[in-house]
């Protein structure tokens, strides 16, 4: 086992726009541990934030008399499209060259994949604690499972079950047009057209989206902008409690449009196996989200309604679930894991 052995260390992270989520595998068939997150403001990038970690890993570990070893691979997951050297986070002002950052932190080998192809890799490890189900029976791990994520931006990726194992399809979903259900719908998106070329989905069913969504729904209902721009935060506190009626129909289109997108990912993937929510706004909702319309328009495709009334639906409660994913990324890479170890 000591060839094993000899690979580990992992250091894993989870990048995002908002937040930088570490975590630590120790040796072979080890869990994810030493979980920490990070603000990204509060670091010039991601090694300075690395480091951090590394050294606060360190100062626990002291704390039990040993010292922390250093990282022999790592795996990071990035809010970005992957390729090439430089990688550049797409809302956050973090940039880094992969060679670079793996010379700095002197590691025998970096992985570098998009953050929801990470989250699509954890999906066949979820365990039931991890989720909340609903609509379509229980999640199965076969076949193609997808997952959506409205975060910071709007997250799309999926896994297919191969002879050689789990293969994960990244890809930039969130950014594919957004289509309307019926003539209400259809008035915000020829509103948002007004001020863009192209409405994306993320450019309404995502933490940045959010307040563009609320200005339509507010032109289209009052025939007027609201009289201030809304932070994300004030729309889903003034909708939630009823205290805006206005913000109220925004979290209702919200959580109806990302049903119907959700329902065109399934399709268009054919995740039979069923279609995860993640990010980090649909855990605010509640059980608001859960009495939305989200599954109805998830279901409501027409001749292929019986299909998509098969798939199961689940929410991601575990915000930490993704550095799973990372993990069997550098299992994927690394060259050989602890199940086939040499000794």
Not at 171 to 195: C, I, K, M, N, Y
Not at 248 to 270: I, K, N, P, Q, Y
Not at 290 to 319: C, M, N, V
């Amino acid at each position: 086992m000591s060839g094993a052995l000899d690979h580990y260390p992992w250091l894993l992270a989870d990048v995002g726009g908002s937040n930088a989520r570490f975590g630590w595998v120790d040796g072979p068939g080890a869990p994810v541990g030493s979980l920490r997150s990070y603000a990204v403001q509060d670091f010039p990038g991601l090694e300075e934030a690395a480091r951090r970690y590394l050294q606060d890993l360190d100062l626990e570990q002291q704390a039990q008399g040993r010292r922390c070893p250093a990282p022999r691979y790592a795996a990071v997951a990035v809010a970005t499209a992957v390729a090439g050297d430089e990688v550049v986070l797409t809302n956050s002002r973090w940039r880094f060259s992969r060679q670079q950052l793996q010379a700095a932190l002197q590691l025998r080998g970096l992985r570098v994949l998009n953050d929801f192809e990470a989250l699509a890799l954890s999906l066949p490890r979820l365990r039931a604690q991890q989720l909340r189900a609903w609509g379509g029976g229980a999640p199965t791990a076969s076949g193609c499972l997808a997952v959506i994520g409205p975060g910071t931006g709007l997250g799309v990726a999926a896994v297919v079950q191969t002879p050689q194992g789990w293969q994960a399809l990244p890809g930039e979903g969130g950014h594919a047009t957004l289509a309307p259900a019926d003539d209400f719908e259809s008035a915000l998106l020829a509103h948002v057209r007004g001020r863009h070329a192209h409405v994306s989905a993320e450019r309404l069913l995502s933490g940045i989206g959010l307040p563009t969504l609320h200005e339509a729904v507010s032109v289209v209902l009052a025939g007027q902008p609201p009289v201030m721009a809304l932070t994300p935060e004030l729309i889903l506190e003034r909708g939630l409690t009823g205290q805006d009626p206005l913000c109220e129909r925004t979290l209702d289109c919200f959580c109806a449009m990302l049903g119907g997108f959700a329902g065109s990912v399934a399709l268009t993937l054919g995740a039979r196996g069923g279609v995860y929510v993640g990010g980090g706004i649909v855990p605010r909702l509640g059980d608001y989200f859960f009495q939305s319309r989200f599954r109805e328009r998830f279901e409501a495709k027409g001749r292929f309604q019986p299909y998509l009334a098969g798939i199961p639906t689940a929410l991601i409660t575990d915000t930490l679930a993704a550095l799973g994913g990372v993990a069997l990324a550098i299992e994927q890479s690394v060259p050989f894991s602890a199940s086939a170890a040499p000794d």
